[in-house]
């Protein structure tokens, strides 16, 4: 029976609505979901294509011991066993819990019920400490807990709205569709963007400050000095609802506005506009993210940023207030069920006495943590030197996503004892566990999470649990039990909810922020009919829109915000062995490591190598040509890139995604590269900042595939594969080409012997051609050359899906183009409707002047709008072309 769901997207922290349809053939479609307050039915191309994800391949399906097909029982067994031993033998802290802000809540709060309570240690952490933890340190040192004080609408109240950190555009694209609106309507709104490279987001803000990395508590420090002596300063907020001030300003009057320009890179006359910007703008948001926390003094970026909104008293007020953007759809959750080392459950103190006593009261709970646990970067240290010696990871891949990417995979390796709860059998972690635990995944699994303006919505199941897949609640909970644990006897998510709400009003009497006790003792009927809902919802409180702090009220115990005296000064990581900054982030259509969007040939099609983005000032003096490939090294490891030459990037800065993994490309962990270097306060480790050293990879022969199945890894130096229409496509270099081509196709790709084998060789050139076929089917073309190939990709990939009968078209395989009348429609810009740049140029040479002009010819852009930008800089780039 078909079949509609409302659910939520499972990628980014604006946490969309999303409405899930099941025809009846069993077919899965998707839309935003009109009524969800986050979205109002806006998706971006990642949530349009949650579809075209869901397939089984590669999924984990059955428990596995050792790479053995196991049984449940076995398997769960077997966890509760080596969990119990290690800590009868070595004690509670010589075991380890690893999870992730994509963990539901109800995960997320047994795991942390079940190591706080009954294992009683502290030794949880989860990839949010690579995420929110500065963050969530910058709120408790100045509210006394972990808030977001401001809500979605804010944004479109605002007059200013400053973007530090953060590439919105890509990373968050629904608000910033929700901006764009706004901005559409009251031209007189301003956006801002602070980041050391010019992401798509500048290319929409009416100001793009191009800092030095790490120059933000410079910057900020010189805006509060700023705006202590103008007319923006809100004394009798400052008076009545803060402490500290003196001594912050006396900080940041320390340094002079030459001083300041200095350490951020910015001229005096940028500094002054922005200053001025701001201090006359009452209606101020600053959205902050990645680039503020993921540093080595991001915490103090925080508090410097804080402090503005304190002293202007813009906080907690309609458009008004510092905010923090999360970015995994359950970051905030996980912060909620206090799934970080150094917290408690429900926004609850560790280092408090009262509160350790409340929450194992609360939970008849044996014993209780005394003290906060590892922190990631120190948790896989305690891997390493063999403190821990029983690990649990779930829902993240810390082989890919740590920093020193590559002592991390050897600690795994040789940790007595691994397991691992994922929805994919091979991701780089999955591969080294002893015990896999199959977990449902995003549309088969049942709970709830909050987004970043502390929206609660529900995620529903839609579709039949595959092979044995069971919830990661449900793993957690059953060990739990079979370690002899009371307290885990639970039906569902609604009973886990419950208690989680329940555990949030627990005595809490307003003294905690973090209050849904309106939700506790709630039926699963309840639980399934859930509307979205912001919190706090004390008991008998009705839903409604909430905001933080504009008459004070913060949760120190004086109830007074604190500001922080934060010194500025950068932690330089460059030498004369490495003198490059290495810069790392994402990019629009592809999540982390891959694991669900590489499966999405439309998501794959946008940037579909692994790349360094480079100045081509730099690149010139190194060497390096456009397209060429280049190696980047220190001391912790080395990868292989694609150059992708831009002026977007500052001279003397490289930027890398880091999305590509084991899975995907030869060797392109960019994590590896990265020091294990934290934020003294948060812990979260610097991702954003190190050294590196960059030259071309010299390579003397390059290759192109497409193939009709997903190959396994290659033996070459460079490869990188991306999911396409009807099969793969590969990127190759070579140090020397193969000598037989053709035995290397077969041997590499594992081909039968009985397909039909064509091939072209051009002596003089260089060049080699090879196609295989099983009937009229293309199975694989591979097109080499001594110089990077140039073949059209999209033509190329077509002939996977087109019916090759005759041998004229067998051969016109290797003519490795389009035939005449036939367009190459170039690089995908839209995902939605795969429109590529050839034809986006071609409509604008055709009179096509404006985004919605092409939108109407080519469709481009109508859909989730995500690339909207970019089609807007191809009519700009055609315009100057002409105008030249
Ligand atoms: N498409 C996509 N969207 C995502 C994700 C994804 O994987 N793909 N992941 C989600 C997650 S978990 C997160 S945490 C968010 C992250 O969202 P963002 O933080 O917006 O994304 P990043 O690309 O990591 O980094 C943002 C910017 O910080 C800049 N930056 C680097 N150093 C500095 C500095 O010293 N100062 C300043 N001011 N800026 C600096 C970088 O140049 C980069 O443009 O995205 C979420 N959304
Ligand atoms: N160089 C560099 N490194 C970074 C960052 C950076 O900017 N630069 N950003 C950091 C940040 S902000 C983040 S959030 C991390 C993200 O890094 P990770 O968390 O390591 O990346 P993901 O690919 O999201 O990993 C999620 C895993 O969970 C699996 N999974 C999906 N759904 C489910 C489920 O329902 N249950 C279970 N059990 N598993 C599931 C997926 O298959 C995948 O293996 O990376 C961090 N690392
Ligand atoms: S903005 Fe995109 S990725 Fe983020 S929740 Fe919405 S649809 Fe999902
Ligand atoms: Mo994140």
Same mark, same amino acid.
């Given at each position: 029976?078909?079949?509609?769901?409302?659910?939520?997207?499972?990628?980014?922290?604006?946490?969309?609505?999303?409405?899930?349809?099941?025809?009846?053939?069993?077919?899965?479609?998707?839309?935003?979901?009109?009524?969800?307050?986050?979205?109002?039915?806006?998706?971006?191309?990642?949530?349009?294509?949650?579809?075209?994800?869901?397939?089984?391949?590669?999924?984990?399906?059955?428990?596995?011991?050792?790479?053995?097909?196991?049984?449940?029982?076995?398997?769960?067994?077997?966890?509760?066993?080596?969990?119990?031993?290690?800590?009868?033998?070595?004690?509670?802290?010589?075991?380890?819990?690893?999870?992730?802000?994509?963990?539901?809540?109800?995960?997320?709060?047994?795991?942390?019920?079940?190591?706080?309570?009954?294992?009683?240690?502290?030794?949880?952490?989860?990839?949010?400490?690579?995420?929110?933890?500065?963050?969530?340190?910058?709120?408790?040192?100045?509210?006394?807990?972990?808030?977001?004080?401001?809500?979605?609408?804010?944004?479109?109240?605002?007059?200013?709205?400053?973007?530090?950190?953060?590439?919105?555009?890509?990373?968050?694209?629904?608000?910033?569709?929700?901006?764009?609106?706004?901005?559409?309507?009251?031209?007189?709104?301003?956006?801002?963007?602070?980041?050391?490279?010019?992401?798509?987001?500048a290319d929409l803000a009416d100001m793009h400050l191009m800092i030095r990395s790490d120059g933000d508590v410079a910057l900020f420090n010189g805006l509060l000095a700023h705006l202590a002596s103008s007319s923006a300063f809100d004394h009798d907020y400052v008076a009545a609802h803060t402490t500290g001030f003196p001594d912050a300003l006396e900080v940041a009057k320390s340094r002079?506005?030459?001083?300041?320009?200095?350490?951020?890179?910015?001229?005096?006359?940028?500094?002054?506009?922005?200053?001025?910007?701001?201090?006359?703008?009452?209606?101020?948001?600053?959205?902050?993210?990645?680039?503020?926390?993921?540093?080595?003094?991001?915490?103090?970026?925080?508090?410097?940023?804080?402090?503005?909104?304190?002293?202007?008293?813009?906080?907690?007020?309609?458009?008004?207030?510092?905010?923090?953007?999360?970015?995994?759809?359950?970051?905030?959750?996980?912060?909620?069920?206090?799934?970080?080392?150094?917290?408690?459950?429900?926004?609850?103190?560790?280092?408090?006495?009262?509160?350790?006593?409340?929450?194992?009261?609360?939970?008849?709970?044996?014993?209780?943590?005394?003290?906060?646990?590892?922190?990631?970067?120190?948790?896989?240290?305690?891997?390493?030197?063999?403190?821990?010696?029983?690990?649990?990871?779930?829902?993240?891949?810390?082989?890919?996503?740590?920093?020193?990417?590559?002592?991390?995979?050897?600690?795994?390796?040789?940790?007595?004892?691994?397991?691992?709860?994922?929805?994919?059998?091979?991701?780089?972690?999955?591969?080294?566990?002893?015990?896999?635990?199959?977990?449902?995944?995003?549309?088969?699994?049942?709970?709830t999470v909050t987004n970043s303006e502390r929206r609660i919505s529900r995620q529903r199941g839609f579709l039949d649990l595959p092979g044995e897949t069971r919830p990661d609640w449900w793993h957690m909970a059953e060990v739990a039990k079979r370690m002899g644990f009371a307290g885990f006897d639970y039906a569902g998510p609604a009973e886990i909810f419950a208690e989680h709400a329940?555990?949030?009003?627990?005595?809490?009497?307003?003294?905690?922020?973090?209050?849904?006790?309106?939700?506790?003792?709630?039926?699963?009927?309840?639980?399934?009919?859930?509307?979205?809902?912001?919190?706090?919802?004390?008991?008998?409180?009705?839903?409604?829109?909430?905001?933080?702090?504009?008459?004070?009220?913060?949760?120190?115990?004086?109830?007074?915000?604190?500001?922080?005296?934060?010194?500025?000064?950068?932690?330089?990581?460059?030498?004369?062995?490495?003198?490059?900054?290495?810069?790392?982030?994402?990019?629009?259509?592809?999540?982390?490591?891959?694991?669900?969007?590489?499966?999405?040939?439309?998501?794959?099609?946008?940037?579909?190598?692994?790349?360094?983005?480079?100045?081509?000032?730099?690149?010139?003096?190194?060497?390096?040509?456009?397209?060429?490939?280049?190696?980047?090294?220190?001391?912790?490891?080395?990868?292989?890139?694609?150059?992708?030459?831009?002026?977007?990037?500052?001279?003397?800065?490289?930027?890398?995604?880091?999305?590509?993994?084991?899975?995907?490309?030869?060797?392109?962990?960019?994590?590896?590269?990265? =020091?294990?270097?934290? !934020?003294?306060?948060?812990? @979260?480790?610097?991702?954003?900042? /190190?050294?590196? #050293?960059? %030259?071309? *990879?010299?390579?003397?022969?390059?290759?192109?595939?497409?193939?009709?199945?997903?190959?396994?890894?290659?033996?070459?130096?460079?490869?990188?594969?991306?999911?396409?229409?009807?099969?793969?496509?590969?990127?190759?270099?070579?140090?020397?080409?193969?000598?037989?081509?053709?035995?290397?196709?077969?041997?590499?790709?594992?081909?039968?012997?009985?397909?039909?084998?064509?091939?072209?060789?051009?002596?003089?050139?260089?060049?080699?051609?090879?196609?295989?076929?099983?009937?009229?089917?293309?199975?694989?073309?591979?097109?080499?050359?001594?110089?990077?190939? =140039?073949?059209?990709? !999209?033509?190329?990939?077509? @002939?996977?899906?087109?019916?090759? /009968?005759?041998? #004229?078209? %067998?051969? *016109?395989?290797?003519?490795?183009?389009?035939?005449?009348?036939?367009?190459?429609?170039?690089?995908?810009?839209?995902?939605?409707?795969?429109?590529?740049?050839?034809?986006?140029?071609?409509?604008?040479?055709?009179?096509?002047?404006?985004?919605?002009?092409?939108?109407?010819?080519?469709?481009?852009?109508?859909?989730?709008?995500?690339?909207?930008?970019?089609?807007?800089?191809?009519?700009?780039?055609?315009?100057?072309?002409?105008?030249?």
């Amino acid at each position: 029976m078909p079949h509609e769901t409302r659910t939520t997207c499972p990628y980014c922290g604006v946490g969309c609505g999303v409405i899930a349809k099941v025809d009846e053939h069993g077919i899965v479609s998707v839309k935003g979901d009109p009524d969800h307050p986050a979205n109002l039915g806006r998706l971006c191309s990642k949530g349009s294509a949650l579809a075209d994800t869901l397939s089984m391949d590669g999924r984990a399906l059955f428990p596995e011991i050792r790479g053995e097909r196991a049984d449940w029982n076995d398997a769960l067994d077997l966890v509760a066993q080596k969990f119990s031993e290690a800590i009868a033998e070595h004690g509670p802290d010589s075991v380890a819990f690893y999870v992730s802000g994509q963990c539901l809540t109800e995960d997320y709060y047994v795991a942390n019920k079940l190591m706080k309570g009954f294992i009683g240690s502290a030794n949880i952490d989860t990839n949010s400490r690579l995420c929110m933890a500065s963050s969530v340190a910058g709120h408790r040192r100045a509210f006394g807990s972990d808030t977001v004080p401001g809500t979605y609408e804010d944004l479109e109240l605002a007059d200013l709205i400053i973007l530090v950190g953060s590439n919105l555009a890509w990373c968050h694209p629904v608000l910033n569709q929700r901006i764009q609106a706004a901005k559409q309507s009251r031209p007189g709104m301003k956006i801002v963007t602070i980041d050391p490279r010019r992401s798509v987001s500048a290319d929409l803000a009416d100001m793009h400050l191009m800092i030095r990395s790490d120059g933000d508590v410079a910057l900020f420090n010189g805006l509060l000095a700023h705006l202590a002596s103008s007319s923006a300063f809100d004394h009798d907020y400052v008076a009545a609802h803060t402490t500290g001030f003196p001594d912050a300003l006396e900080v940041a009057k320390s340094r002079t506005i030459l001083d300041i320009s200095q350490e951020t890179g910015l001229t005096v006359v940028e500094l002054r506009a922005f200053y001025r910007l701001f201090e006359t703008t009452g209606k101020v948001v600053t959205c902050y993210s990645q680039g503020v926390n993921q540093s080595s003094i991001g915490t103090d970026k925080v508090n410097a940023i804080l402090n503005c909104h304190l002293a202007t008293g813009r906080i907690g007020k309609p458009g008004m207030g510092p905010f923090s953007l999360t970015g995994q759809p359950n970051a905030m959750g996980g912060r909620e069920v206090g799934g970080l080392a150094n917290m408690l459950a429900a926004h609850m103190n560790i280092e408090s006495e009262a509160d350790r006593e409340r929450v194992q009261r609360f939970w008849n709970a044996p014993t209780i943590a005394q003290k906060p646990g590892l922190k990631a970067v120190d948790m896989f240290e305690a891997v390493a030197d063999g403190r821990i010696k029983a690990l649990w990871i779930m829902a993240t891949n810390p082989v890919v996503s740590m920093p020193d990417a590559d002592r991390v995979r050897e600690a795994i390796r040789n940790c007595p004892f691994v397991v691992v709860s994922d929805i994919q059998k091979n991701t780089d972690t999955a591969a080294l566990a002893h015990v896999l635990l199959p977990a449902t995944g995003w549309g088969e699994k049942d709970g709830t999470v909050t987004n970043s303006e502390r929206r609660i919505s529900r995620q529903r199941g839609f579709l039949d649990l595959p092979g044995e897949t069971r919830p990661d609640w449900w793993h957690m909970a059953e060990v739990a039990k079979r370690m002899g644990f009371a307290g885990f006897d639970y039906a569902g998510p609604a009973e886990i909810f419950a208690e989680h709400a329940a555990l949030s009003a627990f005595e809490n009497g307003g003294s905690r922020d973090f209050d849904i006790g309106a939700r506790a003792n709630m039926g699963a009927d309840e639980f399934d009919a859930m509307m979205p809902f912001q919190w706090p919802q004390p008991r008998g409180m009705a839903a409604s829109t909430t905001r933080f702090f504009a008459k004070g009220g913060f949760y120190t115990p004086d109830r007074r915000a604190r500001f922080i005296a934060v010194k500025s000064g950068r932690d330089d990581r460059t030498g004369s062995d490495a003198p490059f900054i290495l810069n790392t982030g994402r990019i629009r259509d592809q999540w982390h490591t891959m694991t669900r969007t590489g499966k999405a040939a439309r998501l794959s099609s946008h940037l579909a190598e692994p790349f360094v983005e480079i100045n081509p000032a730099d690149a010139l003096e190194l060497g390096i040509s456009k397209a060429g490939l280049v190696q980047l090294e220190n001391g912790f490891g080395s990868v292989v890139l694609r150059a992708l030459l831009t002026e977007r990037q500052p001279r003397g800065s490289v930027f890398v995604p880091m999305h590509w993994t084991d899975e995907y490309a030869a060797d392109a962990r960019i994590g590896a590269l990265l =020091a294990p270097r934290t !934020d003294p306060v948060s812990g @979260q480790p610097a991702l954003k900042h /190190a050294g590196v #050293r960059v %030259r071309p *990879a010299e390579m003397t022969a390059f290759g192109f595939a497409v193939v009709a199945f997903r190959p396994g890894r290659f033996d070459a130096p460079y490869w990188g594969m991306a999911k396409a229409e009807g099969g793969w496509r590969v990127e190759f270099g070579f140090d020397a080409m193969p000598d037989d081509m053709e035995a290397w196709c077969r041997d590499s790709f594992g081909l039968s012997d009985r397909m039909e084998h064509l091939a072209y060789a051009d002596s003089t050139t260089g060049q080699q051609r090879h196609g295989f076929f099983e009937d009229d089917r293309l199975v694989l073309a591979f097109y080499a050359a001594p110089e990077p190939v =140039a073949v059209s990709r !999209d033509w190329a990939v077509k @002939q996977l899906s087109t019916s090759l /009968a005759t041998a #004229r078209a %067998r051969f *016109a395989i290797l003519a490795g183009r389009p035939g005449a009348g036939q367009m190459d429609p170039g690089a995908t810009v839209c995902s939605c409707f795969s429109v590529g740049v050839n034809q986006i140029v071609a409509a604008v040479a055709d009179g096509c002047r404006t985004v919605e002009a092409i939108g109407n010819a080519l469709s481009a852009g109508t859909n989730c709008g995500s690339c909207r930008v970019e089609i807007k800089g191809i009519i700009d780039g055609c315009r100057r072309q002409a105008a030249e």
